[in-house]
């Protein structure tokens, strides 16, 4: 009778959850925007996706066969990276875009730094920096008409927003159904916000992030949404018309790059919709999702060391606070 | 019924209650051999007042308190003091003195083992102490601290609030539900007994919510007595933790490194309670308690009432035997229990449940990096932060552990629970725990 | 004495190579390799300032005062760079225009007083001037290599003079190379790739060793 028995440490029974699972909620949500995107682009919009995920994961099981590592594409995070990277992409970009941003955010922005977990900035959004400092042409002026799928170069419809192109803005059901110019998988609100609300319900996601951001966001453009006049704005269209649903939903609320606790998850999807809003309002730029987020991504750290919770049975925040500044 | 005030972290878990919800509390029985541990408790161990070779009967006194935190300790059945010497000690992995008690199957119960009361009228409060520490009551819920000793806390501490755990919020367990649900009557009359002792003026029972039953049995036996309160707990582990109790019922939270009765507040188990209550009609001492032999690695998963000093393979071949292939036995619950590597150990008064896992059931999940998920931090009830702690302890990094406060953390094991990388984080905290501890110890040694 | 004089100018290429092992010298590093050319006269401008400063610290040496030895550094330095500059000003008017305030930066280049505090002050004057030779060789060589990537993403050719090879862009030229991102991007991973092989060298030399 007598077996071996195992001895470890408590506890002795693990929940359910697991990386890979996380990781395929995460691709489920994404489901609908891929299809959407199909729908409103097509064949050229599955082409890059493809192309991007098979370019990211082939990047991470090569690299870390390279430099000797256990090869990890099996907890699914670059196909997710592959994903996230395609949806940021004008549909009409030729395929070689996706290859070398998907292999930038994988080998540069991830791997080198030490693979899953140790990145400091979301790798797909910084592929996507990368591809826009890289190849700005590309970048901006690659669209596709959705539905007739007409290449097309005009202006869109942040860039009207901003007075910097020339063109008609959409009705808001186009929006919502995504019949507009944009990145692959950014026009889609429903699809989007089907996938987003999946998270939550699952728990993959924080609801503070999206909520911090696209709340700072529509406040924001409500408030100063026209220069020299202020409660001018349109909070609703600045939420609609660029990456913002995306980037809040998918991009900011990527685990390793943003706050551990649920107060600094909130000032960090604050600090995303302040700073897209300077960005898209004073800023050079039509959009700001983008470095929105991959500066929120830097602060995150810090964040971490000074936003703690009151921990049971101190009387006040300071003491908390000074225990974890210092212990960092 | 009181409404909760705060209650942080916690986490839900599958809590497998229905392997032994429905198994009535049975005796065990006697085994061979009993062996009775000096110390069983929290403080000082106990000093025996018996030789080898002694006979001694049902409740007589084996060996005596020692010093201000210490509990007595009685025989659990009729028979012969076959030796007094080192035996392994399944709590503190070392060999501890014990008392090995050779039953004679008579069962004979002492002479000194008459009722004290009838009700609580008859009996002062000072009489139920000395009552208390004469049977040597300790905390049936795990740490097995004194009893008589937390009845009387100092003077510049008041007490307000009597607190009676029923929340067993340790999956698998059930053996205070089955006693909330069969002896409501004798838990309450302990629980009065206690509240008496320590001059509280108000009392409130806490049960999680998936136990109905249990609330409903208790509710009917305390109906009676308006300074009973009840309190239903949402059910997340940990919420039967003391300091947690304290946080959820009366908002209040227990200093670092203090103890309840720093915000006026006691907390007993139900089975201390019921220990203490039935002593009171029979004069029967803390010789037995009800203890669940239960997981999905037993045939019939059980609730025993069982002898202090029963051997754990005895009390598994009583429930069926093993299912399947053992792959870990656990004393105590999954989440805070303490895993053992042979079944000769004996249970102590603390010991409130076996839990058998099988073979399947305990791989070793692969860990992998920290994606900084926050569900540790979520899960913490003390809203420390675990990702941090671990990762200091990791790395050595003692001073920096500290300052993020990991001689606070419980060891109740959430976040563990909870890591979707499956990362060892308690025992990361536990390492840095006993290192930070064994060099204070140095340095007062060196001071001295 | 042979074989030390040639580790001192050998040792500019790896072993204490500035840029990518003491990372010294970053500034110019970064702001002018966008071409394989105006590193090499960065290079070259570099070395012809270190072997002049290098040789007239080891001279004076033994008489300049330890407690104004940098203001006397700074002095001897700037006198090549003056040279430099002119002669560059005057014979090629276009890399000077390139090259711009770096030049005349030269002076107060941590490399150049680097080593004329921590060698040339305390060598004799062949070693310094091998020294000098050897980083400053380094140094060029560090330059055009990140010039040459950054050209060549970049532009997606490598122009000298006015033959560009090849003669049209291979591919759709990366304009973020040419930018400041471009060259940290570059900067970084060459001083990782030769922070590696350095390290997998050693390891190996100590295999070889313990053996
Ligand atoms: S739960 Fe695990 S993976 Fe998530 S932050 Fe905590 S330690 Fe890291
Ligand atoms: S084991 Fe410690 S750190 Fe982990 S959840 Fe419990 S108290 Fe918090």
């Known amino acids: 009778m007598e077996e071996k028995l195992v001895i470890s440490s408590s506890p002795h029974i693990k929940g359910p959850k697991t990386v890979r699972g996380i990781m395929l909620d995460v691709i489920i949500a994404l489901i609908p925007a891929c299809l959407a995107s199909l729908i409103l682009f097509g064949w050229k919009a599955l082409l890059i996706i493809m192309a991007s995920v098979a370019s990211a994961v082939a990047s991470e099981a090569l690299y870390e066969k390279a430099v000797k590592r256990e090869v990890t594409v099996g907890d699914l995070s670059a196909v997710i990276t592959g994903i996230l990277l395609a949806m940021t992409l004008p549909p009409n970009v030729p395929l070689w875009i996706p290859v070398i941003g998907s292999a930038f955010a994988i080998v540069i922005a991830k791997q080198i730094f030490g693979g899953l977990g140790c990145n400091f900035v979301n790798p797909a959004l910084a592929g996507r920096a990368f591809l826009l400092a890289a190849w700005p042409m590309h970048m901006t002026r690659d669209w596709l008409n959705p539905l007739t799928y007409d290449a097309v170069t005009s202006a869109t419809p942040l860039a009207v927003l901003k007075g910097t192109g ?150 006040h925040d300071r003491a908390a606070k000074e225990a974890a500044a210092g212990g960092r | ?228 309160d009840l309190a239903v707990l949402p059910s997340r582990y940990p919420r039967g933790g003391e300091k947690q109790l304290i946080e959820a019922v009366l908002g209040r939270e227990v200093p670092p490194a203090g103890l309840p009765l720093d915000v006026g507040v006691i907390v007993s188990n139900v089975g201390t309670a019921f220990t203490l209550g039935k002593a009171i009609r029979t004069g029967l001492p803390l010789v037995e308690r009800v203890i669940s032999v239960t997981g999905e690695g037993v045939t019939r998963p059980s609730n025993f009432l069982a002898l202090i000093g029963t051997p754990v393979s005895y009390l598994i071949e009583k429930a069926g035997g093993f299912s399947g292939t053992p792959g870990k036995v656990i004393m105590g619950g999954p989440m805070m229990g303490i895993s053992v590597k042979s079944l000769d150990v004996p249970v102590l008064k603390g010991t409130s449940g076996i839990v058998v896992l099988k073979k399947e059931q305990v791989k070793k999940d692969k860990m992998l990096p920290c994606i900084r998920c926050g569900r540790c931090v979520d899960a913490c009830p003390l809203r420390l932060l675990p990702v941090w702690m671990a990762a200091y302890a990791e790395r050595g990094l003692l001073e920096e552990a500290e300052r993020a406060r990991v001689l606070d953390c419980c060891e109740c094991g959430a976040c563990a629970y909870e890591c979707p990388a499956k990362r060892p984080l308690v025992q990361w905290i536990r390492m840095a725990k006993s290192e930070i501890l064994a060099k204070r110890r140095a340095q007062n040694h060196a001071r001295k | 004495m042979k074989r030390s004089l040639f580790h001192d100018f050998i040792k500019g290429f790896v072993e204490e190579n500035p840029t990518f092992r003491l990372v010294i010298g970053m500034c110019p590093t970064l702001a002018v390799t966008t071409s394989v050319v105006n590193g090499f006269w960065m290079g070259v401008a570099v070395i012809f300032v270190l072997t002049f400063s290098n040789v007239f610290v080891s001279l004076l040496r033994k008489s300049i005062p330890d407690d104004i030895r940098i203001p006397v550094f700074v002095i001897l330095i700037a006198t090549p760079v003056v040279i430099v500059e002119l002669v560059m000003r005057a014979y090629l008017p276009a890399m000077y225009e390139i090259l711009g305030i770096f030049v ?79 060259g940290f991007i570059t900067l970084g991973l060459l001083m990782a790739a030769l922070n590696i092989a350095v390290a997998r060298s050693e390891n190996r030399k100590k295999a070889r060793r313990a053996a």
């Not at chain 1, 220069?227 to 913002?244: E, K, N």
């Not at chain 2, 520490?133 to 819920?141: K, N, T, Y």
């Open chain 2, 1 to 228: 019924m009181i409404s909760l005030k705060r209650t942080s972290g916690g986490v839900r878990v599958d809590d497998k209650k229905d392997l032994s919800a429905g198994s009535p509390i049975e005796p065990a029985g006697i085994p061979g051999e009993l062996v009775l541990f000096l110390s069983q408790h929290t403080g000082a161990p106990s000093k025996p007042v018996v030789k080898v070779q002694d006979l001694v009967k049902r409740g007589q006194l084996l060996a005596e308190p020692q010093g201000a935190i210490s509990a007595a300790l009685h025989a659990p059945t009729s028979g012969k003091v076959k030796a007094i010497e080192p035996r392994y000690h399944p709590i503190q992995g070392r060999l501890v003195d014990a008392i090995v008690l050779e039953p004679d199957g008579k069962n004979e119960v002492f002479e000194g083992v008459v009722p004290r009361a009838r009700d609580l009228d008859s009996i002062s409060g000072e009489e139920i102490i000395a009552f208390v520490r004469e049977i040597g009551l300790v905390g049936l819920g795990g740490a097995a601290f004194p009893t008589a000793v937390k009845l009387t806390p100092p003077a510049d501490k008041p007490i307000d609030t009597y607190l009676l755990n029923g929340a067993e919020c340790e999956p698998y367990l059930t053996s205070d539900y089955r006693l909330m649900l069969e002896e409501a009557e004798v838990v309450i009359f302990g629980f009065r007994a206690l509240l008496k002792a320590a001059r509280v003026a108000r009392g409130i029972v806490c049960i999680e919510d998936n136990k109905p039953e249990a609330i409903s049995a208790m509710q009917r036996a305390m109906s009676p007595f308006p300074e009973l």
């Open chain 3, 104 to 182: 005349p930066l030269i002076v107060v280049n941590c490399i150049i007083i680097g080593r004329a505090e921590a060698f040339a002050y305390h060598q004799p004057v062949l070693n310094s001037l091998m020294d000098g030779l050897g980083i400053g060789a380094g140094y060029t060589i560090n330059l055009m290599v990140i010039g040459g990537i950054r050209e060549f993403l970049g532009t997606g050719q490598i122009t000298i003079g006015s033959v560009s090879f090849p003669g049209t862009p291979l591919f759709e030229p990366a304009a973020v190379m040419l930018t400041p991102p471009g």
């Open chain 1, 166 to 315: 020339q063109g008609t803005l959409p009705g808001i059901k186009d929006f919502l159904l995504g019949v507009r110019l944009g990145s692959l998988g950014e026009t889609s609100v429903l699809a989007l916000l089907l996938g987003g609300i999946y998270l939550i319900a699952r728990g993959v996601i924080d609801y503070r992030i999206p909520l911090g951001f696209l709340g700072t966001l529509f406040v924001g453009t409500l408030v100063f949404g026209k220069p020299g006049a202020f409660f001018q704005g349109d909070g609703v269209l600045a939420i609609l018309a660029g990456g913002a649903i995306l980037g809040a939903f998918f991009m900011a609320t990527d685990y390793v790059t943003s706050p551990v606790t649920a107060r600094g998850r909130l000032y960090m999807g604050i600090g995303a919709g302040f700073i897209t809003l300077l960005i898209r309002l004073w800023g050079g730029y039509p959009e700001g999702v983008t470095y929105g987020i991959l500066l929120m991504n830097l602060v995150t750290p810090l964040i971490d060391r000074f936003v703690v919770p009151r921990y049971y049975g101190y009387a």
